[in-house]
C-alpha cells in the first residue's frame, strides 16, 4: 500500500475531531478566542501530518536521511543487542514542526523489525536511544550490508506507527511510517561508511545525502 497522500492518514481521526470542535464551538458563537484557539489547533495538525513528496538525484552508493530535523549526534559505536557489529551513529532530532514521515535511507529487504516499549523522555537526551519507546528496522541491501534505522517516540510522541513487515523490498527514500509529535531517528551505518554531514546540520527525509558506502 502506497502512503503518498498530501496529509498521512493517521492524522486525519486528528483533523476530525479538531475541526468537529471548532465548527461546534462556532455554532454556540460565544467564545471567539476558543474558537480560535481550536481553528489554530486544526491547522497545525493538517501542517505536522503533511506528507509531501520528496526527490533526489539517483547515485550508487549514496546514504539519504530517513527524518527532517536536525543532526544532534554523530558516532563511532559498538552495538550488541538486534544487531552486533560496529557501525557509524547519526541520530535526527525532530521537533513538532518538521515532516515526521520517515523514509528508507537505502534500498534494500527489509530483513527484521523490533518494537520495544519503553519510557518518553525528550527525545534529544543520549539515553532516549536505548531508554525510550522505539521501532527497530533492519535493512538489507543488496549486497549484503546491514542499514539500521531505529524510530523512537519522543517527551510529546506517542505512538509510533511503521508502514513495512519483515520481507518487503523497499526504495531508498520510499515512506515507511512516522512518529507522532516530536521524536528522533537514529540511523547506523557501515563502519567504513563516509560521513557527509556534521552536528547541528538541518536534514530533510528522502532528499538530504548523509553520507556514502564504500
Known sequence: MKHDSIIASE???FIALSL????????????????GFFALLTFFIIWFFRNPERYFQEEEKVLISPADGKVIKIENTAVNG???????????????????????????????????????????LDKASSDNERNEIMIRTADGRIIWTVQIAGLIARRIVCWVQPGDRIGK?????LIRFGS?????LPED?????????????????????S
Open 193 to 213: 561508511s563516509k560521513i557527509s554531514v556534521k552536528l547541528n546540520d538541518k536534514v530533510t527525509a528522502g532528499q538530504t545525502i548523509l553520507g556514502y558506502l
Open 20 to 35: 468537529i470542535i471548532t465548527v461546534f464551538i462556532a455554532i454556540l458563537g460565544r467564545n471567539c478566542w476558543l474558537m
Open 173 to 177: 527514500g520510499e515512506r515507511f511510517g
Open 184 to 188: 528522533r531517528v537514529d540511523v547506523y
Open 82 to 124: 538486534t544487531i552486533s557489529g560496529k557501525f557509524k551513529k547519526i541520530s535526527i532530532f525532530m521537533n513538532v514542526f518538521n515532516v515526521h514521515v520517515n523514509r528508507a535511507p537505502y534500498a534494500g529487504t527489509v530483513e527484521t523489525i523490533h518494537y520495544h516499549e519503553g519510557k518518553f523522555l525528550s527525545a534529544n
Open 11 to 13: 492524522g486525519y481521526p
